[in-house]
């Protein structure tokens, strides 16, 4: 495969969205290394000029700030590019689906702050590494689109970054730009992470004990609603010590159980949420009847002591076993201990990891957003042709910061 580095001023490059993306040719995956950010716990790829982007599940754009002299693509209002770019409207975006003038208006959105701006696009490139699932193999760079945030959207975002990369199926997205119609996301609890997009292998160290992590995967079908560009899955219960959890009628129905790496412990609508807290503090008191509370430590409120509770052990506390009942309920996805309990306080408590949805959101809120704790030292493999979601915890034995980042 031959890269031509070309050096065409980037507005004659072609103008058509779908061009825009890896060259056919260029089928191959490539990688970058995932960062956690320790005062946002929010997850950073290197995408754009080297700089970190926040991943977004449920971005429909890849926006930056840009340099003052960044030239905007000549898109029209009519342009299909311009249609992808506004598909979604986020709410409390008002700035956004005002009259499209004469060049294409983009409105990226902030998924900290709620926050959107008016932006122009632009015809980038992104440089990254093909790999065969084991190492990084050679720089490629390929084209792109990308909207040209001012810099005040940037708040509350990790320090060192300069945007948000969407990862959307939908959109300006990366994966709708076709960048890969499949990609995988291993997010770090501590050190380097990795994303692949494409698809192919996962081999974390050490190699030869793992093996190839994508031949382990669960698979569940993957839903998408119209008003909103994040990744559905089919939840049809949430089970406690394998009892399921009373929930009102249709609760999770309703509003739906969408990924969210944005969101840094899974969060519950309030009706879900109490439900849930509930029965596992029982389930837990009932199993181990020695377990001690202790204060709520935010943004938690169930903690307990840790000289009280089971454990820990190579697979963490030996806490009630938390499933997501899958459509077909043939496949759960189990969170056990690992993915559940959080240390607080010098590992002299561990609270439950999961959080209320504030009240006052947006209307039509998800019954349940599964956020980056949860999703962590998981392979998470999305193929968007297929419209499935392969998922699998990574073997005690290693974790997602075990890839193996030299250049082979
Ligand atoms: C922008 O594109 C439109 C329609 O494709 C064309 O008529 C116009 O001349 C272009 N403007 C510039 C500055 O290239
Ligand atoms: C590609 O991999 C090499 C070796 O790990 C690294 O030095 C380089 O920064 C990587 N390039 C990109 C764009 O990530
Ligand atoms: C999924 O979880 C439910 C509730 O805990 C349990 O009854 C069921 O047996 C599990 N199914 C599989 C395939 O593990
Ligand atoms: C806790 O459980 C043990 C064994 O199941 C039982 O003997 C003991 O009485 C229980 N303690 C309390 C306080 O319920
Ligand atoms: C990482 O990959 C490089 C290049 O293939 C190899 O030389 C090295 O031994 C690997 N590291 C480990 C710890 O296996």
């Not at 003038?101 to 926050?115: D, E, I, L, M, Q």
């Not at 990084?136 to 990790?158: E, G, N």
């Not at 993957?222 to 010590?241: E, F, G, M, T």
């Not at 509770?309 to 997501?324: M, S």
Request: overall charge positive; aromatic content about 8%.
């Amino acid at each position: 495969m031959d890269m031509p580095r070309r050096r065409t001023p980037l507005l004659l490059l072609a103008v058509s969205a779908l061009v825009l993306a890896w060259p056919a040719s260029c089928a191959e995956p490539v990688l970058f290394p995932v960062a956690k950010d320790a005062a946002t716990s929010l997850y950073t790829i290197p995408v754009r000029d080297g700089a970190n982007h926040v991943i977004d599940l449920a971005g429909p754009l890849l926006w930056s700030t840009c340099a003052a002299d960044h030239l905007p693509a000549n898109i029209t209002c009519q342009d299909p590019v311009c249609k992808l770019a506004n598909a979604y409207r986020q709410p409390g975006c008002r700035d956004a689906g005002q009259t499209c003038k004469h060049r294409c208006t983009a409105y990226p959105y902030n998924p900290v702050t709620g926050r959107c701006a008016a932006a122009s696009l632009i015809h980038t490139r992104l440089v990254a590494n093909t790999t065969d699932g084991k190492n990084p193999l050679r720089q490629v760079s390929v084209r792109a689109m990308a909207a040209c945030a001012p810099k005040k959207l940037l708040a509350r975002l990790p320090r060192d970054a300069s945007g948000v990369a969407g990862l959307a199926a939908s959109g300006l997205a990366l994966p709708a730009q076709r960048v890969a119609g499949k990609f995988t996301l291993c997010l770090p609890r501590q050190g380097e992470g990795v994303a692949i997009f494409g698809g192919g292998p996962l081999f974390l160290l050490p190699e030869s004990a793992a093996g190839d992590l994508t031949t382990t995967l669960a698979f569940t079908p993957l839903r998408s609603r119209r008003d909103n560009p994040s990744y559905y899955l089919p939840v049809k219960a949430i089970a406690v010590d394998k009892a399921p959890v009373q929930l009102p009628k249709d609760a999770l129905a309703t509003g739906g159980v969408v990924l969210g790496t944005t969101a840094p412990y899974t969060a519950l609508r309030p009706d879900v949420y109490r439900q849930f807290v509930d029965a596992f503090d029982k389930a837990l008191t009932r199993q181990w009847n020695t377990t001690k509370k202790v204060p709520a430590v935010a943004p938690f409120e169930f903690c307990y002591d840790s000289k009280t509770l089971p454990g820990p052990t190579r697979i963490g506390w030996l806490v009630p076993d938390i499933d997501l009942v899958l459509e077909g309920g043939k496949t759960n996805w189990t969170f056990g201990g690992l993915s559940s309990m959080v240390d607080v306080n010098d590992f002299t408590a561990a609270c439950l990891g999961f959080v209320e949805m504030k009240k006052g959101g947006y209307g039509g809120a998800p019954a349940v957003v599964i956020g980056g704790f949860q999703m962590e030292n998981h392979v998470l493999q999305f193929d968007l042709e297929k419209r499935r979601l392969g998922f699998a915890r990574v073997p005690i034995f290693t974790s997602c910061s075990n890839f193996n980042f030299t250049r082979n």
